[in-house]
C-alpha cells in the first residue's frame, strides 16, 4: 500500500478582463521552483467578460473550482491536501478575499491549514475617489456604469448584504472575510509605487496616503539583493534645485507632450471611444443579464446556479488597456497634493522629516496629506489595517507597472525581479 501524500495547493487568479496567460510567467517561475512540493492552480472560471459580474459572483465560481480540484486530487485515497495559498493579481485579489471567505465559512480550513495570502497590485480600497473636479465625478459614474457589478464595487457604490459596498462589507472584523484572512499564516501584499495608474500605491498597499506622488521630493532606499523593492523613504531635508537647463529641456518635453495629445487625440479618441461603446458597453450589458440570471436561481436554492462553462475567451491587449482606462482615467486628473483630511490612523507615524520611514507595514504618516476617498473606504481602511500585512513597495521603470509587475506579458520584462523576490523570499512552502 502507497503511503498518502500531503498537497500544498497554491492557486493563482488573474485580474479584470483577464485570462490565465496574464499569470503564466509567475506560475512557471513559481513552478520551476516549488513544483515537488506544492499543486498548482491557475484558475480559469472567471476568465475575460465574466470578470464584469462582480466580486461575489467570480467568488463563488472560484470556490466552486477550488472544490473541484480538491475533489480531483483526493480521488486517489492516498492523496490529502493539507495546506492551501491563494495568490491574487489586481481584480483577482479581491475575488480570493471573498472566496476565502466562503471557504471559511463551508469549514474548508478545518482540516486544510491556510499559509500564504498574497496580492499584487490589488485595489484592496476601490478605485474611487473624491475629488472636487466634475470630469473625476463623470469617470466615476461611467467606471460604475460600464463594468457591470464590477464597476459598482470598486467605486463603492454597490449594495451588497446589508446595503453596503461589498469590500465594507469584507473589511469588516465580524465578517467571515476577515475571518478568513485572519487565519492565514502569512498575509503579503505587493503594491507599485509609481506607474501604477490602474491600482495606485495608495488602494494596494491599503494607505490612506501616497507620498509617492511627490517622488523627487523622496529619498529612496532599496533592497540590496532586489533594486527594484523599496525598503524605506525619507523626506529630503534640501530638495534639488532644479537648473536653468533642465527647466528648459523639461519644458520642451511638456510642449512636445501637448502637441502629441493635441495632434493625436482627434484620431485616437473616436477610435477608444468606439472600442468602449462596442466592446465594453455590450459586455456590460451581458454581465448585468447574467447576474441577474444568477441571483435569481440562487433565490431558487439551484445549487448556486453557476454555470460550469467556464470560458477560456481571450483578449486583445487593445480590450486590456481600454478597460483599464475606462476604469481608472480619474488617477491622471487626481490633483497632485490632495487635500488633507484628519488621519484616521495613528500607526507608522514620522513627525520628523529626515527620519527614514519602513515601508513593510506603512499605512500612514503625517508628514504627507491623505488621499480623499469615502468613508466607507476610509473605514475598509481602518479595519483591514487591524490584521498584520507584509507590504512589499514595487518600483518599476515601466509606463504600465500594473501588467508589468507579474509580467502580463513577455514583453514587460520590468517585473522579473519582483516575481524572482516572491518565488525565493516571499513563498513559505
Known sequence: MSSSKEIHLVVFSHGLWGNPGHLQYLVEQFEAKHGDYVQILNAKSNSSKYTYDGINVCGDRLVEEILAEVKSLQDNTSNKVTKFS?????????????????????????????????TFATPHLGIRREDSK???????????TLLSQTGEQLTFVDKYEGN????????????????????????????????????????????????????????????????????????????????????????????????LVVIATPILLPLWIILVLSTITFQGIMSRRRVRKILAMKVKNSNNGLSNDFGTVGSTSLEEDAVETAMN?????????????????NSNLFEDASASTPMSEFTTSSQFPCVRVCQAQCEAFSNLNKLKWEKIVVFLDAFNAHAAIVMRNRLQTKGKEIIKHFVEEAFIV
Not at 134 to 144: C, F, G, P, Q
Open 86 to 118: 491563494i495568490i491574487g493579481y489586481s481584480l483577482g485579489g479581491l475575488i480570493s478575499r471573498y472566496t476565502i471567505g466562503i471557504l471559511y465559512q463551508q469549514g474548508f480550513f478545518k482540516n486544510i491549514e491556510p499559509i500564504l495570502f498574497a
Open 329 to 345: 482615467i480619474k488617477n491622471f486628473l487626481a490633483p497632485s497634493s490632495p487635500t488633507t483630511q484628519k488621519s484616521l490612523s
Open 164 to 259: 453596503e459596498p461589498i469590500l465594507l462589507t469584507m473589511s469588516r472584523p465580524d465578517q467571515i472575510f476577515f475571518k478568513a484572512l485572519s487565519e492565514f499564516k502569512y498575509r503579503k501584499i505587493y503594491a507599485n509605487s509609481r506607474n501604477d495608474r490602474t491600482v495606485p500605491f495608495w488602494t494596494a498597499a491599503i494607505s490612506e496616503i501616497d507620498p509617492f506622488e511627490n517622488f523627487d521630493e523622496l529619498e529612496i532606499v532599496t533592497n540590496e539583493k532586489f533594486q527594484d523593492i523599496i525598503e524605506s523613504i525619507s523626506k529630503l531635508e534640501n530638495i534639488p534645485k532644479i537648473s536653468f537647463n533642465q527647466k528648459l529641456t523639461n519644458t520642451i518635453k511638456g510642449v512636445l507632450r501637448y502637441m
Open 134 to 144: 466634475l470630469l473625476a465625478k463623470l469617470v466615476n459614474w461611467i467606471s460604475s
